[in-house]
């Protein structure tokens, strides 16, 4: 098939696409529509010529929206598409072809990701309506860390909590893993042992042994592990019963604060945004110093804990925004792990160019090495798309 693989991520409010060509020589079409039912919705992405556009919708609902986002695509017709689906529960160990059976397990996991699978089967009514006759294949961000063993996944509850209600680690960012420490083995010759670090709004870390995740950081929801932009990671389980009994919290007050107002946000009081952190504790601000240092503090801590899962470390992979971008934060972190016989150097770490493949590390034999690498989830959906229609990978 040269035709293009739609990949589409469908939010509540948003849709989020890109149209990603056979060959790595055609251009990528990308863009997204938000405010989606809040009767001002907007299309805003990239043309074939780099130049973005901005496009008010009014009052649009997901098919209409659809509708929109295929009139930009510059007359390419897409041959399949890939829809990002949240959660795959323990039934979905890889992509899938969408049929109305398997509209119904998503539907039947909605209950372990009540914010986002309905919504990513709304994007599936939406284009299976819009294009009856291509194929649909469903991406889970959890198929990845199915590998996990039992030791890895399982909490210390009772054990029918776990067999009658799902109640386990699934673990996110599946996409992301996987597509980075495949870059890490390829780049180094060798099917390793990684530890990735996705560090971006969201934030996850996981071990990667030849190609399988063995172990990582987020839970039965995507709410466990490291800080994030206003998630607050882990926290002591008997949190939630403290906050109820001595503030009187409600069940959604308590979740509310912990996914929206915590992390990065919650400890600075300023913002979730790590460039404006940064900036701010160039300043000496704080609050800002400390949400950097908590931040570091937990994904090394995270890293540590998680090399018990590898038979041997090859390296370290960075990637999502902060990953890709902070030099600041790449060099805390790895400051914090001196045991693991890393040696960044400084000097590359500072070069790394957004949007590049790097080596930051003084690349002295038999030590393990240190990446930067740019995730690519959308040319990941699109290759296991290709893949599962039986076609070669770009
Ligand atoms: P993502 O969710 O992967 O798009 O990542 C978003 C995060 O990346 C935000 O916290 C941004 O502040 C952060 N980020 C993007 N560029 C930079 C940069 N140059 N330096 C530090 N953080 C950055």
């Known amino acids: 098939m040269n035709d293009p693989v739609l990949v589409i991520n469908c939010g509540s409010s948003s849709i989020k696409y890109a149209l990603v060509p056979a060959t790595a020589d055609q251009p990528r079409l990308t863009g997204l529509v938000e405010r989606l039912g809040s009767g001002d919705a907007l299309l805003k992405g990239v043309d074939s010529h780099g130049d973005a556009f901005t496009i008010g919708l009014g009052d649009v609902g997901h098919v209409q929206a659809l509708r ?13 598409v890939g829809h990002r689906i949240v959660h795959g529960g323990e039934r979905f160990t890889r992509a ?19 914010l986002h699978n309905p919504a990513n089967l709304q994007g599936i009514a939406a284009t299976r309506s819009l294009f009856p006759a291509l194929p649909q294949v469903a991406v889970f961000d959890t198929a990845f860390h199915q590998s996990l063993p039992p030791r890895a996944y399982r909490y210390a509850l009772p054990e029918s909590l776990y067999r009658d209600h799902g109640i386990r680690r699934y673990g996110f960012h599946g996409t992301s893993h996987a597509f980075v420490s495949a870059r890490a083995d390829a780049l180094s010759g060798l099917s390793g042992g990684w530890l990735t670090a996705h560090l971006g709004n969201g934030c996850s870390t996981a071990a990667v042994w030849e190609g399988k995740s063995l172990d990582t950081s987020m839970g039965l929801t995507p709410l466990e592990g490291l800080v994030m932009g206003t998630r607050s990671g882990d926290v002591d389980p008997g949190l939630h019963a403290h906050l109820a009994r001595q503030l009187g919290w409600s069940l959604e007050r308590i979740d509310e604060v912990l996914n929206r107002e915590s ?3 919650g400890l600075s009081g300023l913002t979730n945004d790590m460039r404006e952190l940064e900036a701010a504790a ?5 609050g800002a110093m400390l949400a950097i240092e908590v931040f570091c503090y937990r994904i090394a801590k995270s890293l540590a804990a998680l090399s018990c899962a590898l038979p041997r470390l090859d390296g370290i992979v960075f990637t999502g925004g902060i990953g890709e971008n902070s030099p600041r934060v790449r060099e805390q972190v790895i400051a914090l792990l001196p045991h693991f016989g890393l040696d960044l150097e400084p000097e590359a770490n500072l070069a790394t160019v957004r949007g590049r493949e790097a080596r930051i590390d003084v690349q002295t034999p038999n030590r393990p090495v240190l990446w930067v690498i740019p995730t690519d989830e959308e040319g990941r959906i699109a290759d296991e798309t290709r893949q599962l229609l039986g076609e070669t990978p770009r």
Not at 68 to 80: H, K
Not at 103 to 110: F, G, K
Not at 282 to 286: F, G, H, I, V
């Open 282 to 286: 160039d300043r000496e601000n704080a």
């Open 96 to 114: 899938t072809l969408i049929d109305d059976d398997v509209v119904a397990a998503i539907e039947q996991t909605s209950a372990l990701a009540p």
């Open 263 to 265: 992390g990065l946000l």
């Open 68 to 80: 929109a986002i295929l009139e930009r695509l510059e007359g390419r017709r897409p041959g399949a």
